[in-house]
């Protein structure tokens, strides 16, 4: 308490002495008024932003005096200008088509993952601050259409417009994520301060990374190595009362003057949090520690380029005690206990059961520019472990359940012509061998067998720029071999080979507007190949009463077939995303709509009761089923005047298995969210102060599957029964969580301090402290959500 | 420039190929924890051969019932001692964790064994014993033979009386709670985590 006082005194004292109140703002526009949103603009000496979806950058609380403004963006001639502060209006930034090649200092511009005709949103400079402290998962919650599905309060992991885990690709640093993202209490392992901006592609037509994308993308970008001499950086740091976690990061970053080209940047995080709490009673063992740091090294000549990069992120995270059960009466007693078993007063410590994780990526990317084109190239090495403890009798305690580790090697190709002013093209090859191995000792049957899997793919794509209308195409083909070696429940060793082969493709099409607004449409055909989890997972999941059993086990005997001989078809999605936008002075409005179609979505299917020495069990297996996913995204932003906006999002989404005319499980309900922001300066030309205030709406899943009670499963089992022997309609132990509604408040600023900018922002989450569960997290059945958070952060850019 | 090319393609393969050659054999799990056999073995008291039931999973957490034996019968007015023996058939004899009753026994402290059962069978206990469905059911008292470091019952050794009545269909559950860091005077069944939760048909002649 006594440093927060200290704390805000000094500030105070900061206030009061600054006399840097002034905002430079402007637009981003092309010759033809089309808005660029992700332009990367700097104003020297100081700081740089990305122009927002609606083209539009802002530079706060800046110092009077004169600025080298520079705007970059992939495609076109660099903007160069000096700007007065104040300026007497915004400015309006023409970019200019570049007919020559790319400049080679900027190719690897981060927005080349991005297309004009995609459907997509950036979470980057303030709105990225203001998730400064949670995870991944949770800060792109942020985005209209993205939820996520939780395992207690630490684990998230990304839900874009209904889909997750193996139907989300992940882009790190350019590179796809490859982790265990089969679970669905295995988070990504990525450490969000990695990122400059996070994109989010809604639609499924980032064809050139390959299969998997059917619900969307999530690629994480850091900022350009600095090209330029000097020394920068920044720190963040973080404290929250739930939990009472703390986070602390720094990043350093710099050029040479010997070496002109050369940048390189050294950043690292640090995350620890006790046991979380709801507003009545500790969440026992739901505490986590996070070490991550990375190191990137460029050196960028006039036609070609090499860059570094190796990132590590390791976490060790507990799992909620109260949700470890074995059978489905312990399961019945858990759910009806709160609060849950073994809770006891905060800690630090963690214990069984948990997670430990650690992810390293090392990548190599150079390019070169030629009169035949553009070409780049990648290797990724990505080295991932995973283990998993359980309350387990004895010495078996300290020895994982679950000891995984994947090794996944990528290299990919690329070549960008530019035919004409009207026409370029990309074609690509992308390659992928991954090995993934149950590390021997667990003391009992793995859950997921071994297995080497070589991928290889090919695409190409084409941009044809038809003035007011802009249109893209691709088409890919992806070739899958897995060589899986395992042992089944009776631990009888073994061993197949398959290869699955298919074509992806997908069209887009932007018509830009002279009042600032855009259409988009794009239809994309995608497609993945099943996981080797999907078709040969054994066993009981953490914190979860039910057996998993995959595509491959007979359903009588246990045994392991060959995939030849069971109705197998490869997953595949047709998703047709349209949306609108406008941006002007006074409105910022989006509106999507979007239709997912999947044709033989693989999902947990409640297939019958089997009993063991520890009582009946509900079973689960992998089935396959046509799917639909059909829903909205909504965002507007008003501004009512120059201090007082109003912001409104929805998220709308239903589900329905359309073969079994059955809803789905897990499909995050619909959201409604308002926000009002307030801004004001202190004095005449002291800081701006900024407040905000929201709320959140979200609705119960009124389109959830039946619910069978725990009593009736025990009671049909008692009675010789076997309760969906004649009904496999999808179901759940209970129903969904009734609709709630979270209020927050934040309050934010910037000073400059010579050249030092300090952000400083207080967060109050859940501030009326309400109890309430998400539909989507799996510790709904067991825990209420945790209470009231206060977050304060601060960030130091220098 | 081509060298430059060249130097990318060949540290691009030269990494593929170094990072290729781990396929290594996977080595078969011993499964400890499995439990495929449980024997009750109710001894008279005063002698004469013993009655005992088997339960068998063979296939664990595999979709195959669990075979359960029995009835259990047992004559009227007589005094038993019921003895559990827990087996890892996947294990061999000789092998480490073959024998669960073993490890049972070590960590008796955070193990317990509860009852339930037809009222009426037994003389002693009486009531239907000690399986809780609700923190509020109420439970009656177990002969427990052996008991942990504590003091507390575990219930690998157990003394039942049969009642002088002739029954039939009646049953007989046995529960295994695992409680670490909960087994405390007052934990109940439904503290823990289950290990075994089996209920046999039970006679009396």
């Not at chain 1, 020394?231 to 990061?249: D, F």
């Not at chain 1, 988009?520 to 497609?527: C, E, F, K, P």
Request: hydrophobic share 35%; aromatic share 12%.
């Amino acid at each position: 308490m006594k440093l927060l006082l200290v704390c805000f005194f000094w500030l105070w004292a900061v206030l009061a002495h600054s006399q840097c109140a002034y905002t430079l703002s402007g637009t981003v526009a092309t010759e033809a008024s089309e808005l660029l949103s992700g332009a990367s603009v700097e104003l020297l000496p100081g700081t740089a932003v990305s122009s927002n979806e609606q083209g539009v950058f802002r530079f706060e609380n800046l110092c009077a005096g004169s600025y080298r403004l520079r705007v970059r963006f992939i495609g076109f001639e660099p903007y160069e200008a000096t700007v007065q502060v104040p300026a007497s209006s915004s400015l309006a930034v023409i970019l200019i088509v570049q007919q020559t090649l790319l400049d080679v200092v900027e190719v690897h511009d981060h927005f080349e993952h991005v297309a004009k005709t995609n459907n997509y949103k950036t979470l980057s400079g303030k709105e990225l601050d203001e998730t400064r402290g949670l995870s991944l998962g949770e800060a792109l919650k942020k985005i209209s259409g993205v939820s996520t599905i939780q395992t207690g309060p630490a684990i998230f992991k990304p839900v874009i417009h209904g889909l997750h885990s193996q139907r989300i690709l992940i882009l790190n640093n350019g590179i796809r994520q490859e982790g265990q993202q089969w679970g669905a209490e295995h988070a990504p392992e990525i450490d969000p301060f990695i990122a400059s901006n996070i994109i989010v592609i809604k639609d499924a037509s980032a064809i050139k990374y390959g299969t998997d994308a059917l619900g969307g993308v999530v690629v994480v970008n850091p900022a350009d190595l600095p090209t330029q001499k000097g020394i920068g950086g920044e720190v963040n740091m973080v404290a929250q009362t739930n939990g009472r976690a703390g986070t602390l990061s720094g990043m350093l970053e710099g050029g040479s003057e010997k070496f002109e080209g050369f940048g390189w940047r050294v950043q690292g995080t640090g995350r620890k949090s006790g046991d979380s709490n709801t507003p009545d009673y500790i969440l026992s063992n739901t505490g986590f520690t996070e070490f991550n740091f990375s190191v990137a090294a460029g050196l960028h000549k006039k036609s070609k380029g090499i860059d570094f990069f190796f990132s590590r992120f390791q976490t060790e995270l507990g799992i909620l005690k109260g949700s470890s059960i074995s059978s489905t009466e312990d399961l019945r007693t858990a759910m009806e206990r709160e609060p849950p078993q073994y809770t006891q007063p905060f800690t630090y410590a963690i214990e069984n059961p948990r997670q430990e994780v650690a992810h390293n990526l090392l990548k190599v990317n150079g390019h070169l520019h030629t009169d035949y084109g553009d070409f780049k190239m990648q290797y990724g090495f990505q080295y991932n472990t995973r283990k998993e403890f359980d309350i387990r009798r004895d010495s078996l305690n300290f020895i994982p359940a679950i000891d995984l580790e994947l090794i996944t090697n990528t290299l990919d190709a690329e070549w960008q012509q530019h035919t004409s002013k009207r026409f370029s093209s990309n074609a690509g090859l992308n390659t992928l061998i991954q090995i993934n191995n149950n590390l021997p000792g667990t003391q009992r049957i793995p859950f997921i067998p071994d297995f080497t899997n070589y991928a290889g793919g090919l695409f190409y794509t084409g941009k044809l720029n038809l003035e007011t209308w802009l249109v893209d195409f691709g088409v890919r083909y992806d070739y899958r071999y897995y060589n899986v070696v395992g042992f089944d429940f009776a631990n009888r060793p073994y061993t197949s080979t398959y290869s699955f082969g298919n074509a992806s493709f997908s069209f887009g099409a932007t018509r830009s507007f002279k009042n600032r607004s855009a259409f988009i449409t794009n239809l994309a055909s995608s497609w993945r190949p099943p996981h080797v989890s999907e078709l040969y997972s054994f066993g009981v999941h953490q914190s979860v009463a039910a057996i998993e059993y995959g595509l491959l086990l007979d359903e009588t005997t246990g045994k392991v077939l060959d995939l030849n001989t069971v109705d197998f078809k490869n997953e595949k999605a047709l998703k047709w995303v349209n949306s609108w936008h406008v941006a002007n002075d006074r409105v910022t409005a989006e509106v999507t709509g979007y239709v997912n179609y999947v044709f033989n979505y693989t999902y947990l299917r409640p297939s019958g009761v089997t009993q063991t020495v520890r009582g009946a069990y509900p079973f689960f297996r992998y089935t396959q089923t046509n799917a639909s996913f059909l829903g909205t995204d909504l965002f507007g932003k008003f501004n009512a005047t120059t201090a007082l906006s109003v912001t409104g999002m929805i998220s709308l989404l239903r589900a329905y298995d359309q073969t079994n005319t059955d809803f789905l499980i897990y499909i995050p309900p619909n959201r409604y969210e308002l926000g009002m922001e307030w801004k004001k300066s202190i004095g005449k030309n002291g800081p701006a102060l900024t407040f905000e205030a929201t709320a959140l709406y979200v609705d119960q899943q009124r389109r959830a599957p039946r619910v069978v009670t725990v009593n009736e499963i025990l009671d049909a089992y008692g009675n010789q029964q076997d309760p969906f022997e004649n009904d496999s309609r999808n179901f759940d132990f209970l129903a969904p969580p009734p609709a709630y509604f979270l209020l927050s408040m934040q309050a934010g600023t910037s000073i400059w301090m010579g050249t030092t900018k300090l952000f400083i922002l207080v967060r109050a989450s859940n501030l009326a402290n309400a109890a309430y569960r998400e539909y989507t997290n799996r510790m709904r059945y067991y825990a209420d959500e945790v209470g009231r958070n206060i977050a304060l952060s601060l960030k130091f850019s220098f | 420039m081509k060298t430059f090319l060249h130097v990318l393609l060949l540290m691009a393969v030269g990494a593929l190929l170094v990072f290729t050659g781990c396929d290594d054999d996977p080595g078969k799990e011993n499964v400890p924890e499995l439990i495929t056999e449980v024997t009750l073995t109710f001894t008279p008291a005063g002698g004469g051969s013993a009655v005992v039931v088997t339960a068998t999973d063979p296939d664990g957490d595999g979709p195959q019932d669990l075979q359960v034996d029995g009835p259990i019968t047992l004559a009227k007015n007589t005094t038993y001692v019921l003895t559990l023996e827990l087996i890892n058939g996947l294990l061999d004899p000789g092998d480490d964790g073959y024998y669960i009753t073993e490890e049972i026994e070590e960590e008796a402290d955070e193990h317990q064994f509860f009852f339930r059962f037809s009222e009426g069978v037994f003389a002693s206990p009486t009531g239907s014993g000690n399986i809780k469905d609700t923190p509020s059911t109420p439970v009656g008292t177990i002969n427990y033979l052996d008991e942990d470091d504590n003091g507390r019952p575990l219930g690998l050794s157990t003394s039942w009386t049969t009642d002088n009545v002739t029954v039939s269909d009646k049953s007989f559950r046995v529960m295994l709670k695992h409680q670490p860091g909960l087994k405390s005077a007052t934990s109940t069944s439904l503290d823990g985590e289950t290990d075994v939760d089996l209920t046999f048909v039970l006679h009396v002649n």
